[in-house]
């Protein structure tokens, strides 16, 4: 029969237990001991859970105390020498030092783990690095699970992916001349396994699923020759997309067998089958490691009875990636629609998803039940009520190239907005929210438990809003926003009004570090029923004379935020929540706002892995965005706002998206995304951040000042506006009032010295 394993299980605790014992720790009210026995717990319980599910090995290593790449680094004795740390001996404050930073080191750099919405901590690499050997904690946590008499498969990210995914700031070093020495501690460390007796190993290599350079590809030879040799079995395992290209080359390698992703790519199947030597193993990622929906078993059972009977026990049966991407377990939900639940499978759920496709392929009478009950949920999804709006399909269907269009172009627009909307040049505005303070904070959570009547509610959000229109007018910003006090989340605060999302109670997934996010559930075709925002904004543009700017979410970056339909492309389900935010763009010109902005924050992140499929999906998520913006008339402006600076190589989608201003994060990067943007001639009015929101640091005028002059090199300054580079609800409000008088002082000024300019200029 198949065999079963996992290449990780969420590690934060259905009640999200390890985040709250980390803060503890963090906040000086527990100790290195007790913050080890919640761990140890944690550990016992998923275990016991992979165990009891029937799967064949449970997976140890996928634990770490804050991210599993600094546990790796840690583990090799590989920690950026600027610490000062023994890695040998490392204690768990120092490790959350090199995390979370401290007075005398800034932290780690953190990133994004491939295109998912997990962050690692980004490895430094020198000459100099070594990796002799760090902390022990994954041999005790490897004996921990043999003291428990389990089936032990430690999972640990592969030496290649590691160091791709490092850095190094030592100019013309290349890392990859690390890889000797560095396999050289992997030898070590599979020997450590032997000795207690591991059969297998997985090392995860997730680099192959990416635009890989040859050399590092060449590479594997070099790493897996060292690494197959030792006496333990080697899984190597790739996800995230297909592998395939590389079957033949990792066929050669004396590894004991692969992991493939056959959710994301399906297709490599064949590949690997006819690659693969006699005796090596095929572990078939099966199971959405991605996602919520519970698996179609039957077809997947179907598509694998073929290769189960070329390979028997030389198949296993696995989730695609590591569960760390999905919530824990369906049990904490106690609201779900009952429908919707039973589509459902979280990491638990899948566990036990994984057994059951083994089952079937080895006996086919003993799964027959359960596969049905799977039939049967996925046959009610299919035909339910919920899912198809026959409104929303004939609104798809009627969907013209035109709706993409606005009426003219923005040289043309840009006149008439201008006259319509009568600003200095220059223009000062912010991102859209302002501090959620603890008494904002305070009101929904009472409103959410019903202690608040709605009434009560609507007149205390008033109130902020009338607070933040009073201190804008008072820092004398040109254009102004409402402040967003009513939204804790800029995808659920929309989510909760579109029909089609589902919100689930404890449905958290780590983010990074103690930080968990809820993503909500698209589970049907999305659609607006009524108007959202435009009471809010309607109200507060009452309050002023001033230009007040409407403020949404856009339609990739609701997409981006949320678990997504399976049943459907992303594709279809962007332009559906196009099609809702167009409908609230319009109905807010409507009611008199004539700037709009919409936020796509999570716009890059959607790029693919590779960059042959970027191309693709530029093309869905700007037409996406376009249609969400083009139902308004010339003189309505239309912003945008991403919080990123890595844009430089999708600048020609970005200007594509033709939001008449698009604000940007530059201050970090000191502006140097702007060069980009000049290179490129970027056409339309632009916004670069001139201060860091990230920080409670309140930049001089003169500082931004001097941004915006270089701002003013690349781009003429009738294109510029003047702005922090985010939202600003995580400020405070003096800080904010403080960088906001800077910020409009700098405007001022280099308004004045332009004028002054052009006078001298008509004056000779
Ligand atoms: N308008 C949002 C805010 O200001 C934008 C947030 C974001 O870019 N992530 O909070
Ligand atoms: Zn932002």
Known sequence: MARTHLSGFPRIGARREFKFAQESFWRGESNESELRRVAAQLRARHWKLQHDAGLDFVAVGDFAYYDQMLNLSALLGALPPRFGFDPATLSLAQYYELARGSAAQPAM?????????????????????????????????????????????????????????????????????????????????????????IEW?????????????????????????????????????????????????????????????????????????????????????????RNIWRGDLRGIVEALRDVHAEFGERLWIAPSCSLLHVPVSLHAEKKLDADLKSWLAFATEKLDEVATVALALGDPAAAQATLTAADVALEARRNSSAVVNALVQKRVAAVSAEMAERKSPFAKRNIVQREALDLPLLPTTTIGSFPQTASIRQARAAYKRGELRALDYLQRMRAEIEFAVRKQEALDLDVLVHGEAERNDMVEYFGEQLWGYAFTENGWVQSYGSRCVKPPIIYGDVYRPEPITVETARYAQSLTPRVMKGMLTGPVTLLQWSFVRDDQPRSATALQLALAIRDEVVDLERAGIRIIQIDEPAFREGLPLRTADWAAYLEWATRAFRISAAGVDDRTQIHTHMCYSEFNDILPSIAAMDADVITIETSRSAMELLDGFGAFSYPNEIGPGVYDIHSPRVPSTEAMQRLLERACEVIPAERLWVNPDCGLKTRGWPETEAALTNMVRAAKALRAKLAARECDELSV
Not at 135 to 157: F, R
Not at 187 to 195: D, G, K, P, S
């Open 201 to 289: 190993v997985q090392l995860d290599e997730p680099a192959l699923c990416v635009d890989l350079p040859h050399e590092w590809l060449e590479a594997f030879s070099a790493a897996y020759d060292g690494l197959g040799t030792t006496r333990v079995n080697v899984l190597l395992a790739t996800y995230f997309d297909t592998a395939a290209a590389h079957a033949p080359r990792l066929a050669k390698l004396p590894i004991a067998g692969v992991h493939v992703d056959l959710v994301r790519a399906p297709q490599q199947l064949d590949a690997w089958r006819a690659a693969l030597p006699a005796h090596a193993v095929l572990s078939a990622g099966v199971i959405d490691g």
């Open 109 to 197: 750099e953190m990133t994004k783990w491939f295109d998912t919405n997990y962050h690692y901590l980004v490895p430094e690499m020198s000459p100099d690095t070594t990796f002799d050997g760090g902390v022990q904690w994954l041999l005790d946590e490897i004996d921990e699970a043999l003291a428990l008499n389990l089936p032990v498969k430690p999972v640990l990210i592969g030496p290649i992916t590691y160091l791709w995914l490092s850095k190094s700031h030592v100019a013309g070093f290349d890392r990859l001349s690390l890889l000797p020495k560095l396999v050289i501690r992997y030898r070590l460390l599979l020997e450590h396994l032997a000795q207690r007796g």
